[in-house]
């Protein structure tokens, strides 16, 4: 080893041979020379050389094609003070590469989802992504490391998501995330499942919560023409589920017809579900455009920014406290009040229950295609009267004994 004052004078007048030059003046600065293996070349870069505790280092500041004498020194003084002050630079570097090679949620979630679609149904995996994946629930948790992520890092969007969005889709949000954190932890990708230290939302199963005429219309008229908002006006006229409305597919749509049909996969009760369409609701996807022939009526492959969309409708009207699913339970009680057979309402929203339920289900098949019929015809009056500032047209339908 040569001692040389490294300036950038007598660095470039160096023969192009094999060498190590430690400065004259900045102890353990070090110039090196090293001829490739693989093509010949001369490679040139900036070391520092030191002891830290009993063992001998060398950390390399960079290539000298890259990297100047003087910013190479400014580096080494900036080391050798890191090192003075107890902290090992060679030792930091080592572990924020180890963490780097790390796997990141967003990784790791793809892993999950990867593996999930063989063995659950598409809308469940499409919820799935939905919540793993969307930017409305857990956005700071996709570039953080799997096994950094913390209880502190997921509460506050539980806590967020109940307040924007409601306590039902947090709980929800909560169990699909601890369902991922249960997988990676079997396979070692994290120590432990760390949705479980978080506090589960208090959801209220007995909500009672529908939408008045005057708040039916805030939303209708300030729903506009997005993809949201002719989502939130099919699901007001039909009473079917988000998701399901969100994930409508063109061939799920019957327009000769007048329908639309939930196939099995995508229906709750693991039933398909045909519903008539108002002419309201037919205007409605009629006027939707087709994406470049995609088969889904709302994004790519459904819709899924559900959060986001609700914000800011609700900071278009002046409704307290309201959901989503508020509108579904709304068609429910209104339709009663207008005097619908309460089986026939129960079959709009695809429950089985009532008249279908039990022992009775086992040889009611009936579909009560007529009765539905005239129930939704009936209902998108009702709908348009409110939005219209109208009186109704409905006449109170008799019931059946």
């Known amino acids: ?42 490679m040139r870069s900036f070391v520092i050389q030191y002891r830290f505790g009993n063992i001998q280092r060398t950390l390399k500041l960079g290539d000298a094609s890259k990297l100047n004498v003087d910013q190479a020194r400014k580096l080494a003084i900036k080391f050798f003070g890191q090192i003075l002050d107890g902290t090992d630079p060679q030792a930091v570097r080592e572990a924020a590469r180890i963490e780097a090679a790390k796997l990141t949620f967003a990784e790791a979630v793809a892993q999950y989802l ?11 995996l499409q919820t799935m992504r939905t919540y793993l994946t969307g930017a409305a629930y857990f956005p700071t948790l996709h570039r953080k490391a799997i096994d950094s992520v913390t209880n502190a890092d997921i509460a506050p969007h539980l806590d967020r998501i109940s307040r924007d969005i409601g306590t039902a889709t947090a709980g929800r949000a909560r169990a699909i995330l601890s369902s991922f954190y249960s997988w990676a932890w079997k396979r070692g990708l994290c120590p432990t499942n760390v949705v479980l230290a978080t506090e589960a939302p208090k959801t209220d199963s007995g909500r009672t919560r529908t939408l008045s005429g005057d708040e039916l219309r805030q939303v209708w008229e300030a729903s506009g023409d997005s993809d949201y908002g002719r989502i939130i006006k099919l699901l007001m006229l039909t009473g079917c589920r988000r998701e399901e409305i969100g994930g409508l597919r063109w061939s799920e749509i019957d327009l000769d017809r007048g329908t639309l049909t939930i196939p099995a996969e995508r229906s709750k009760n693991k039933k398909p579900h045909t519903l008539p369409l108002s002419g309201m609701a037919l205007a409605i996807i009629k006027a939707i455009p087709r994406r470049g022939g995609g088969e889904h009526l709302f994004g790519a492959s459904g819709f899924v920014n559900w959060g986001n969309s609700k914000a800011a409708l609700d900071k278009l009207v002046q409704i307290e ?17 207008l005097g619908t057979d309460p089986h026939v309402v129960e079959a709009i929203l695809n429950h089985k229950s009532g008249h279908k339920a039990g022992v009775a289900g086992t040889y009611n098949h009936a579909t009560y295609r007529a009765q539905i019929a005239r129930a939704m015809t009936l209902w998108a009056e009702h709908v348009a009267s409110i939005i219209e500032g109208r009186p109704s047209k409905v006449v109170g339908l008799k019931r059946s004994a």
């Open 114 to 124: 990867e593996q999930k679609q063989a063995e659950v149904r598409e809308s469940s």
């Open 1 to 42: 080893m040569t001692i040389l004052n490294l300036t950038r004078t007598n660095i470039a007048a160096l023969p192009a041979i094999d060498g190590k030059w430690r400065d004259a003046g900045l102890k353990g600065f070090t110039y090196l020379q090293r001829t490739s293996k693989a093509d010949g070349s001369l």
């Open 321 to 337: 406290a309201w959901t989503v699913h508020d509108l579904r339970r709304t068609l429910s009680t209104e339709m009663h009040e």
